[in-house]
């Protein structure tokens, strides 16, 4: 069988019956941040499902909700205009309006409000159906926003932008080494004075949502492959290491079996302030959330204002 999503799938399987010592395998800790650069999420069919989930509104686990998605670009255009930046955004003139960079945009959510809010976007997405569905839905106003299809984690940023933003864990799901590299590349796009906002997960998140241990059957066109398929859904914690991978193992019904690894880091405050002035930014707050929220004790999210030196 070829693999519907990736290209690591293996025979678990032979007319002897199952492998167990394959399926063990499968089912072992992985190495920290392993499988780290397997774009699953570019395939055509997990990414269609990635966009349901997005547009989902009875569940944030594609996207917050619309309610709390308006909320946080309003703020953040608050923010920026705090900066001096009202002029700019009210302009309504495509070559004044500031510029905002929207990493992991996904369907464009935050993208057409910044649109509506007197921005000029530029969001960019691993995901085909996400970018068309975003395309698509600002076409309206299309010199206000453009679209890429890429890995944000792996493109440089041409062009000069007064924000940057990477919403809802983007920052969390790669390696300290990635995060690193992406947000120097950010620090070096962004104009002098320029905004980066960001969140990441806590131990309260991790602890909360992580994966519990087990199996289950999946019917046909679930969420990683149109085939029939039992899943072992298992939890990895990284504790030296501030991270976790929740990891499925897909097993067919031909004797093909295959993993999928999607991992969490999380932070601090003091931590990710730390590391973000080390990027070169100057100035560093935090909050509980990208709406303002000020942090509190058992917050799942540590929202990240960063300013880039005049």
């Not at 709390?68 to 670009?73: A, G, H």
């Not at 087990?214 to 019917?219: D, F, T």
């Not at 070169?280 to 909050?287: A, K, M, P, Q, R």
């Amino acid at each position: 069988m070829e693999s519907t999503v990736g290209s690591d799938g293996t025979s678990i399987a032979s007319d002897a019956g199952i492998d167990l010592r394959s399926v063990s395998r499968y089912a072992r800790k992985p190495r920290l941040f392993e499988s780290e650069r397997r774009q699953f999420w570019a395939d055509p069919y997990v990414s269609q499902h990635v966009l349901d989930a997005h547009l989902d509104q009875s569940t944030d686990a594609g996207s917050r909700r619309f309610a709390t998605i308006d909320s946080s670009c309003e703020w953040i255009s608050d923010v920026y205009d705090r900066t001096g930046g009202a002029a700019q955004r009210n302009s309504r003139d495509p070559e004044r309006a500031p510029r905002v960079l929207d990493l992991g945009c996904g369907p464009g959510l935050y993208a057409l409000r910044f649109q509506h809010a007197g921005f000029r976007v530029t969001g960019i997405d691993i995901s085909p159906a996400a970018i068309r569905y975003a395309t698509d839905r600002c076409r309206i106003s299309a010199r206000f926003a453009e679209f890429r299809q890429a890995d944000y984690t792996d493109v440089e940023f041409p062009g000069s932008y007064d924000v940057a933003t990477c919403i809802y864990g983007g920052m969390g799901t790669i390696s300290d080494t990635t995060r690193e590299d992406l947000t120097r590349r950010i620090f070096r796009a962004l104009s002098p004075g320029g905004l980066f906002f960001f969140d990441v997960f806590t131990r309260a998140y991790v602890d909360a949502e992580r994966l519990r241990d087990g199996w289950s059957i999946v019917p046909h066109d679930g969420f990683w492959s149109p085939s029939h398929y039992l899943v072992l859904e298992q939890s990895h914690h990284f504790p030296r290491a501030s991270a976790c991978a929740d990891s499925y193992t897909l097993l067919f019904e031909d004797g093909m079996a295959d993993r999928y690894l999607v991992w969490h880091r999380y932070y601090g405050s003091e931590e990710i302030r730390s590391l973000t002035r080390k990027a070169g930014f100057d100035t560093v707050e935090t909050y509980a959330d990208l709406c303002g929220t000020p942090q509190y004790a058992g917050a799942f999210w540590i929202g990240v204002v960063a300013r880039k030196p005049f």
